[in-house]
């Protein structure tokens, strides 16, 4: 028997309509173009068309990445009939009147998070589509890296035991240059919050999805440099400085943020823009009562893991390799020890996503955990002007 | 010329008196016995007389850990006159009245830390030690590993440049089973608190050692396991249940912190008898704007140092290991690669000690740091009572 | 500007008829599709054909990878006039048959590695090819890891002075069951050698493209586990057994070496299946008189550099995270910290393979590398034979 | 009950000649002093006498170690009869005509390694302790970090099943500097060999200690520096030019070899002071059938274990922090997590001293291994010039 058992049968297409071009255009294509290469479903992405405002750039990106078509007005998407999927990869600001507008057009959804500038605007889109009755989901890709969905299955068949603390440290260092622009993402109109809904979002989604909902938090945030040259993105993480006048940093640098999980579980968070040194370090712990995991998206293959059951004097944080076939999502990929990267956290997330429209069912994550998410994050910001504790009320 | 340029000139004797003989009592006696061997110092300490109050306990000790004679009761250490240094190594609740006590009888006092049950009797033994002018250290013997004496180097000539993020977690799990024992250190009658105290005033000291003062707080601290058998410590960290009746656990299991520095750097601690799998795991990473260091003390002679002033394309965290001649202490010790251990840690402090005794300095950390870290510690707490961010207030 | 520059241009296609559709079947396919995403070339690979003797087993696969046709007469694909490259993946014992048919059918050649069974058939088809004219490349893939790549620049660039010391560990276990079958990389007739050709290969097409020529070797080859039952590969290390009679593996399990390289250098070769936890553990350590460097392609992204012109104190191996633009083939993927895979190494091998095509220059590693690589694999058998040292003779 | 079970009881005092008085002078001395501190034994070890050739050097070196008195003649030793164990801590080419007199003197003798200057020497060594039936024990002081000791534990018990591969390398980088001198360690006529007896003699001890004897070998050796100024060694692995004038550099700067165990392992060992970087980079991995460990030296307390039998999708090398009360020796120094150093070593095997004088049994490693390894060190110096592989032969 072959082990392509899959091959080219008759399996449904699913159109996509992608808006946005830069990183997470990128990133999205390319797993788009992955998921039925590694991946035996019964649908499949067609990168129908690119949206983005600026003709020429989104001709050459459409082109680059493999999309048949391109569009200059998100629009005129819903109005077609050769869509079924909108795919939100544009800044913040302009997530909720996309995907309420997709929803009513009847559209299944994948939107980048976070879901909204806040949470008003983010259960606005979750009533979108929960009254539409499309597909919705969030793209936290990270929860997909193959360590975490190991993580998730150890925690769920009690091998750490009760949870007893969550920790959790998402360093960056791009904007720390005084010269680096006043981009979209330093912008609260545009991003609405910085190195908390950019970084931190993340790791409260790993937090819910490995330990479960969080009940009150106090929180604290900061932004070191207040003021910057205006400039752009151009792609990845790089920006252009356009002006020598100066504008206001209007989100933080970096934020922290203790809390407690409804299950009694303690929470650490730590997000930052200058964690000098620290390029994506994207890293968490977790220790139950019979054991602890530990992972460093720099190493996002490698799940640590310590059991208390072991044999005293054999105990120890082991060094998982995620790539094996007992891992999930590994089959589809290399032979043990073979191991996958970032762009790969994106492909399984597109899996998902396929899987869900194939079967009708809800995705992980879908937008109650961006909409939860959301009013995490805008609690977070509102102990930190209140300078006290806040319970999380969904 | 011989490497041993010291040799047993006329030194002057500094005669110790030790309170306590368990955990600290075997790493205080063994700091003072290695000392002289390793070090060339114009003093000497001579194990004098160590203090139990259970005979036969102390009579053992005393004499396995190579004292001259032993007393069961610590006020006769101080009137005799053949004793320059009191040591008070007993459990948190007997520190203020024996140093206070010391203060009065002109002895110089080396305390563990922390220095009191709470803030009102730090501020009394400070007040005393200060009126009675003898030598007063508090034994925060962490930031005397080499590695931590180099990041305070390091920071001290701009390597880091302006300090931005202080993360600390100090993470423990020994009283993780239910049926681990109700010891001193987990009631706050004799402990004063529990993790906070413990290990968390471990990370502050470091923290106010390398970046400087806090300004303000925000807690958060936690019981597991609210009754636990009775039962006594034995030694290290091991103990005895001494009875089946339960008694209330009056400690924190684990505290985290949030805190802001006056130099505008934020600071996240976190502390944990109840993280599995880490025996003790105390690190901590520092970001500055042109540099970043991470420690821990479970590889405590490597320092991993960031410095964005390296060329582009090979800038990364270098592993120093803290074992060359140009490392402080290390050159009383071995050759480069060949590290030292956790009880280097107090022969460092010792020398510090004996180095302030022979030349009449104020040693570092003094009293007046363990005054300060006892009001972050007592700030932290009542924080975690009012829910809100409280200033610190010396 | 975009950051897409490249768009859909007047791009040559070059048309790939590709023979074998397991491992690197798929690695290679991969890699074909991959590369126009992410780099602006002048040339298109298309997945023209692809080539298997198991009608319904290659036509799964050729539609499952994206081939457009498939065959099941690798010597159709030579009489065809729309096949620009023959890429071979087939086992060993097929190398050189079908590569010089392809030299003589004036094909360009990308082959998998090692080249052939033995030199003489690596210099049959290395005249094949340089007579042909054809452009000729071998798949020694993980000297396109970003990190060994810029290995490559350290060196040459002289940041590590003179080499003194290469060695290098490739460590697998995926046959220490003696259960696992006796699969054709276990039987010299179809695959020349075991570790010796399938692993250690990989670590001297590593020293001799960062380090020099190699001049004599002592080897040294065991064969732990003499006889096995009959089995075939099913894709990627994966074996099935197919009777319970046993026949005599006929390759080494494990092999090492030792060697001189004409610049003077040592080196230190280990290659084993039987590594046991070592998944794919192809490690490496260069010293030279002014640096040194560590790769593991565990951690494929990061390379440890050690610098003796640091600050005396501040010296270390600093672990570089090979994907800033300053680094080779990094800027085509993710922004700095968001780390690239396996599959990523065929992606730049194959840009490498189409950049050559494009410029008509010669590919590195070409068929001459191929034939070196196997002059020193013989070498090291026949010095094991010998029990003595031998000269490497090209 | 006391932890302090020992107490100072009536223990027969041993009575010690220490000649040497630099490195090894230093770290016996203070293991000698140590050892009772921390273990419990019925004899203790008395710091009689130091000897040394200067009398100003050895004067201040004795008072600074702890040494009741010295001499200037070791011979004067082996005539006072308040002397039980003459420790040899002097360079290389004493060792023979020390110990033999020793022996016929009726001491017990501690030397350290390597045991001699050649084979010959060795065996006479060991013959004459043999006829005069003294104990004997050669410093192999790396068999006595925890993390070793616990490796022969599991090897002991199967855990690691059958053995396949025992690798080692032995790197340090002091005199990678054209100008460092021409000390005692770089002559033949005294040191006997350079990295080959200095370090790969520590590689060896452990390989027969944790799998078992070698029966061939096939060596390599290299001098990279081939004339150096005169100078001498000045304590630790510093030293101080002492005339312009160059001397050729006769022993080895750098030593490979392949191995053969008897037990059908092999074995891959290197050794060089050109290992750029690496101060005391002693490594080891061993890998069997059901498990392989790995150490470090410069992160002596952990040893990484893998096991085959842990559950598939959890294997991984887990890193055991051997300071537990499991682990041999640890219960003697700290609680778990609070590591010991290099010196340690030496403490623990200066207990294996005191208990084997106590008990009159054996100490392990003895002359016999010190003869063996002697024999293997001159085995690979013969291969390397033979230029082919050479039986051991005892």
């Known amino acids: 028997m072959s082990e392509y058992s899959g091959g080219k049968r008759d399996m449904k297409k699913v159109r996509i309509g992608m808006i946005g071009y830069k990183f997470m255009g990128k990133a999205h294509s390319h797993a788009y173009r992955d998921v039925p290469f590694y991946f035996d479903l019964d649908t499949e992405p067609v990168l129908q068309t690119m949206v983005g405002r600026d003709e020429q750039a989104v001709k050459l990106a459409s082109e680059k990445l493999g999309w048949q078509s391109y569009e200059t007005d998100w629009r005129r998407l819903l109005e077609r009939d050769d869509i079924d999927v909108i795919d939100i990869g544009t800044p913040n600001h302009m997530h909720a009147e996309i995907a309420i507008a997709a929803a009513k057009a009847g559209k299944h959804i994948l939107c980048e998070k976070p879901l909204a500038l806040n949470v008003q605007e983010a259960k606005e889109i979750l009533d979108a589509v929960q009254k539409a009755g499309v597909i919705h989901m969030v793209s936290y890709n990270y929860r997909f890296a193959p360590a975490i969905q190991y993580a998730k299955h150890l925690i769920s068949t009690g091998a750490l035991g009760s949870i007893y603390h969550f920790r959790a440290q998402y360093l960056q260092d791009w904007i720390m240059d005084p010269g680096f622009p006043l981009v979209w993402r ?125 044999p005293r004097g054999m105990q120890g944080f082991r060094t998982i390799d995620c790539t094996e076939v007992e891992h999930p999502f590994a089959k589809a990929y290399w032979p043990a020890g073979h191991g996958i990267g970032y762009e790969h956290t994106f492909i399984n997330l597109i899996h998902e996503l396929m899987r869900s429209i194939s079967t009708g069912t809800v995705p992980s994550p879908n937008f109650e955990d961006g909409y939860r998410n959301q009013v995490i994050l805008e609690t977070i910001e509102r102990s930190n002007i209140e300078r006290r504790w806040l319970n999380v009320s969904y």
Chains 1, 2, 3, 4 share one sequence.
């Open 186 to 310: 330093l912008r609260k109109e545009i991003g609405g919050s910085g190195a908390l809904g950019d970084l931190m979002a993340h790791s409260i989604d790993l937090a819910r999805f490995l330990v479960g909902e969080i009940s009150e938090v106090s929180g604290m945030m900061e932004t070191f440099i207040k003021q910057r040259p205006i400039g752009e993105m151009t792609g990845g993480l790089s920006a252009t400085v356009d002006s020598d006048s100066k504008g206001d940093v209007t989100v933080d640098d970096a934020t922290a943020a203790l809390a407690r999980f409804e299950n009694g579980a303690l929470g650490v968070f730590e997000a930052t823009r200058f964690g000098r040194g620290n390029r994506n370090g994207n890293r968490m712990e977790i220790n139950g009562s019979k054991g602890s995991i530990r992972w460093d998206m720099e190493n996002m293959n490698q799940l640590e893991l310590y059991l208390e059951d072991d």
